[in-house]
């Protein structure tokens, strides 16, 4: 009954293949992120979404394509992975968008997908 | 755009000691400032967090501060244990107020 859940936790592949990241919040959440986390633990928001709706793009390439089927999935395509690409991604999701005044607005984390570009 | 600056990026303390972990943010709008904390393998967890209508607020062995006028706020960890060695992060809204921009993070370390 993971709140989060993100897969696959571990993924090698060769530059120049395409990949996806799926994630997945059972908390009945509107809003869902990605941010990025390199090698020096720095923590990046990529996206966010608002009820499937694209709120943020952190000027990431577009060779990073998130798609929401649904408020519950948020999922993270990459084309043409580069060595640069290699690092942990976190999905998240919260009840509403940060900027909303409420008590309960927290931030939920998944437990990352490590990715390694070779 | 909003920028958080937090020090010190290293913190090593004897076990029972107190460790404090400061953070800095530019955009005086910004009204919601959580911590999250990061063990080995996994995402980050929120600890605690202030809104800015208190200055203060407590959780067992953790504190955060809040000065407003200055723009920066505090982690307060007392009585610390080895489990408590992680990686932590400030955050506060960006400036649209759509997403949490982080720290840098602190790591700290309990020895026993």
């Known amino acids: 009954d993971t709140a989060v859940s993100q897969t696959p936790k571990y993924l090698v592949t060769q530059m120049g293949n395409d990949k996806s990241i799926k994630c997945e919040q059972n908390l009945g959440h509107d809003t869902m992120y990605w941010y990025k986390q390199d090698s020096k633990k720095f923590l990046k928001i990529m996206f966010s979404?608002?009820?499937?709706?694209?709120?943020i793009n952190e000027t990431v390439p577009n060779r990073f394509s998130p798609k929401s089927p649904d408020k519950a999935h948020l999922n993270l395509h990459i084309n043409s992975l580069e060595l640069g690409d290699s690092a942990v991604y976190f999905c998240a999701s919260s009840p509403l968008l940060q900027g909303v005044e409420s008590s309960g607005n927290t931030i939920y984390f998944g437990e990352g997908s490590w990715l390694t570009v070779v | 755009g909003e920028n958080v600056e937090q020090h010190p990026s290293t913190l090593s303390v004897q076990e029972g000691d107190s460790a404090v972990i400061k953070c800095t943010y530019s955009d005086s709008a910004s009204n919601y400032f959580p911590w999250y904390k990061q063990e080995l393998g996994k995402g980050p967890q929120l600890i605690i967090d202030i809104r800015s209508n208190v200055g203060e607020k407590k959780d067992q062995r953790i504190a955060v501060t809040l000065n407003k006028t200055a723009k920066h706020f505090s982690l307060h960890i007392t009585e610390t244990q080895p489990e408590d060695s992680a990686v932590y992060f400030c955050a506060a809204h960006n400036q649209a107020g759509t997403a949490l921009i982080f720290g840098k993070g602190t790591t700290l370390s309990v020895s026993s």
């Open positions: 979404y608002n009820n499937k709706e694209l709120i």
